[in-house]
């Protein structure tokens, strides 16, 4: 089975870059095959007038950019993993911009049983932190006919170490059970 990672954090070896590897250490265990995109690093254009207008061109020329690769990824994949830090109660700017691509392919996304995963790292410690990110990560899967296949979510990093939350282990859990999650 492949699975498609999306990592929105800038930070190699932080705290969210750890979620990845515990997840991938798992995939890998279960003998599923993974390929990690770290968004930051990519060409990825905000999605503009001109985007819309050549999506509705419906010619092939929306995605010039990095996206190409992802989306195709993405299209022989039956997971895909949002992984980001909580930035103002939400994913990062760059997995956003992966997100709103999303629009040139969405027919061909929503027709494709995909289960999505959450990994979601914060440094706030109240309940209610990764509200925000829990609900848009919800109405993502509604809106694409994607199954919820869990999240790992790490609170209270700014006072503690990530290997502390056991969000590590839940998402190496994920990894190791994806195949479960998909229809």
């Not at 049983?113 to 209610?128: D, Q, R």
């Amino acid at each position: 089975m492949k699975i498609t990672v999306l990592m929105g954090s800038p930070f190699m070896d932080g705290n969210n870059d750890k979620m990845v590897r515990a997840f991938i250490r798992g995939a890998q265990e279960a003998g599923h095959e993974v390929v990690r995109f770290n968004v930051t690093d990519m060409n990825i254009e905000p999605c503009t007038k001109d985007y819309f207008d050549k999506i509705a061109k419906n010619d092939g020329s929306a995605d010039t950019d990095d996206m190409k690769k992802i989306l195709s990824s993405i299209l022989e994949s039956s997971v895909v993993v949002f992984s980001t830090p909580l930035y103002y109660y939400g994913m990062t700017a760059q997995l956003k911009a992966v997100l709103d691509h999303f629009n040139s392919k969405r027919e061909l996304l929503m027709k494709k049983p995909i289960a999505a995963i959450l990994l979601a790292n914060c440094g706030g410690s109240a309940p209610w932190s990764m509200n925000g990110i829990v609900i848009h990560f919800d109405c993502i899967c509604r809106f694409l006919h994607w199954r919820d296949g869990g999240h790992a979510l790490a609170y209270g990093l700014a006072e503690h170490s990530i290997e502390s939350t056991g969000a590590l282990d839940q998402a190496y859990q994920l990894g190791l059970n994806a195949a479960a999650q998909v229809r």
